[in-house]
Nanobody
C-alpha cells in the first residue's frame, strides 16, 4: 500500500518560512519523479515544483521561483519543500505526489497523492 504523508504546514506571517516534508512508503521511491502541488479555496490544484528521481533536475512554477526549494533523500524516502519569503497568495493545501514519468507539471501524470497539509500565510 502506497502512502505519501505530508507534514510541516502551519500558520506563518508574510515574509516567513516553512519547511514541508513528505514521507513515502510502499513504493520504489527512487524510481519516481516527485512533485508538490497546491490548492487554494475555490481554485484548481496548481503545480508548484517537481524533482526528478535522481534529484538532479527540478522544475519550478514561476510564482515560486527564487523562494521555494525542493530536495529529496532517496535513502530516507522523503521529499522536502523549503518555502521562504512566503506571501498571502501562497495560502493553500499543499500536496506531494509521485509520478513514474517526467512530466512534472501535469497533475494527471501523478499516480499517488498525499492527503495534504495546510499552509496559511497572514498579511
Amino acid at each position: 500500500q502506497v502512502q505519501l504523508v505530508e507534514s510541516g504546514g502551519g500558520l506563518v506571517q508574510a515574509g516567513g518560512s516553512l519547511r514541508l516534508s513528505c514521507a513515502a512508503s510502499g513504493l520504489t521511491f527512487s524510481s519516481y519523479t516527485m512533485g508538490w502541488f497546491r490548492q487554494a479555496p475555490g481554485k484548481e490544484r496548481e503545480f508548484v515544483v517537481g524533482i526528478s528521481w535522481s534529484g538532479r533536475s527540478t522544475y519550478y512554477a514561476d510564482s515560486v521561483k527564487g523562494r521555494f526549494t525542493i530536495s529529496r533523500d532517496n535513502a530516507k524516502k522523503t521529499v522536502s519543500l523549503q518555502m521562504n519569503n512566503l506571501k498571502p497568495e501562497d495560502t493553500a493545501v499543499y500536496y506531494c505526489a509521485a509520478n513514474l514519468g517526467s512530466d512534472y507539471s501535469n497533475p494527471s501524470r501523478y499516480r499517488y497523492w498525499g492527503q495534504g497539509t495546510q499552509v496559511t500565510v497572514s498579511s
